[in-house]
């Protein structure tokens, strides 16, 4: 017979297994071993004043984005105005998490301020003078967290929907070449960090061959880079998943890897502007284009949920070559598509709800993570 003592012991043994056992997987926890899961994060939880936000990012997150601190309106404002109190805050606390930490953006055609493109007289500048900015701002950015910021989104958008050069200041001003003038800069800032190129609507056949031709010519220029960065503003419909399969293969027979930089899926009605994330987009607003203001109804929850996990599972299919997969926001109130491309509407395109909640699109992903790791 056993004594007291020793079933005390195999029920505390028991409990203990039990309450591991029980332990809600964290997002990070199911995909950990295939790619880091990231959130797109802004001032409140740079901060620490969104502490929900904060708790979550700990939590379900190991990786981050900048959302707007690190684009070149907000740290380099000026001609001679750097502004690094909230980037280096942001660093710090990736690093307090461990977190794989990336930068974004350095060049881009927006939220870029005018001066940059300008002489004193507000004509365009000349080639000179914009590669220096391009180089000094680079430099500058870069070298500061050189070391720290993992990975950057160098140059962000360059291409139009039909595969060519978007006729960007950039473009008008220095010529085809400000693209590998960009890179060069960036690795000579550091050499360590992954540089991405970063876009949206790759997955349409002609966009997506630009972009395989655009990274063709950095590698031709032996540019080290490393991912295509797919940004992910998607729709309940599109990408299908084999389109979006079908693009992560183009990607990886190019030798880089692939990173899902700005997941969203979204569930409002797009109008006319689908297939896109052109973020000068504004269409009037109107209640028809707010259908939930509210709550989400179940059945497009579900929907959700659904279209979540069939996307990851493409990830994870393709988990050899997918180094991060970053949401862009961490609940559905911190969005940008509250906003884009109507104002004031109620979107509910990430996975933790307006209270940082879990949603079915969370659980069903985590499945996703279960499935592959089950024999
Ligand atoms: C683009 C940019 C992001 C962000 C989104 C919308 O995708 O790369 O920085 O501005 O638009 O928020």
Redesign the pocket.
């Given at each position: 017979m056993s004594s007291p003592r020793s079933l005390i012991l195999a029920a505390l043994i028991l409990t203990s297994y039990v309450s591991i056992a029980e332990a809600p997987i964290t997002l990070k926890g199911a995909f950990h071993g295939l790619f880091h899961i990231g959130a797109?994060i802004n001032e409140g939880q740079i901060t620490g004043r969104d502490v929900l936000g904060d708790n979550l990012l700990a939590t379900q997150f190991d990786s981050i984005s900048p959302?707007?601190v690190l684009?070149w309106e907000r740290v380099h404002p000026g001609p001679d105005k750097y502004s690094f109190d909230l980037p280096d805050r942001y660093v710090a606390l990736g690093e307090k998490n461990h977190m794989f930490i990336v930068g974004?953006?350095l060049v881009?055609h927006?939220?870029t301020p005018a001066w940059v493109f300008q002489d004193e007289h507000g004509n365009p500048t000349d080639r000179e003078t914009l590669l220096k900015r391009m180089h000094d701002h680079i430099s500058t950015v870069v070298g500061r967290y050189k070391g720290r910021i993992q990975a950057w989104?160098v140059v962000?958008?360059a291409l139009n929907d039909d595969g060519t050069l978007r006729k960007s200041p950039w473009l008008k001003i220095i010529g085809e070449d400000y693209i590998v003038k960009a890179y060069q800069f960036a690795h000579e800032a550091d050499p360590q960090a992954q540089l991405n190129y970063?876009d949206?609507s790759l997955e349409t056949e002609a966009k997506r061959n630009g972009a395989i031709a655009l990274i063709r010519k950095l590698q031709a220029a032996g540019i080290p880079i490393a991912t295509v960065g797919i940004?992910g503003?998607d729709s309940l419909t599109w990408p299908s998943a084999q389109l979006e399969d079908e693009t992560i293969s183009a990607f990886a027979k190019l030798g880089v890897k692939v990173a899902i930089?700005?997941l969203d899926i979204d569930v409002l009605p797009r109008g006319s502007v689908s297939h896109t994330?052109d973020?000068d987009y504004n269409i009037k607003s109107d209640s028809r284009l707010n259908p939930y203001p509210d709550a989400l109804p179940d059945a497009a929850e579900r929907e959700l949920a659904h279209r979540y996990a069939d996307l990851f599972a493409v990830y994870v299919k393709h988990s050899d070559v997918i180094n991060r997969v970053t949401l862009?926001g961490v609940t559905d109130s911190d969005s940008?598509l509250n906003n884009?491309p109507v104002r004031g509407r109620t979107s509910y395109p990430l996975l933790f709800d307006r209270e940082g909640k879990p949603k079915p699109a969370l659980d069903a992903v985590i499945q996703v993570a279960k499935a592959t790791s089950t024999p």
């Open positions: 797109a959302e707007n684009k974004h953006t881009w927006s939220q989104d962000n958008e970063n949206y940004q503003h930089t700005e994330a973020i862009w940008w884009w």
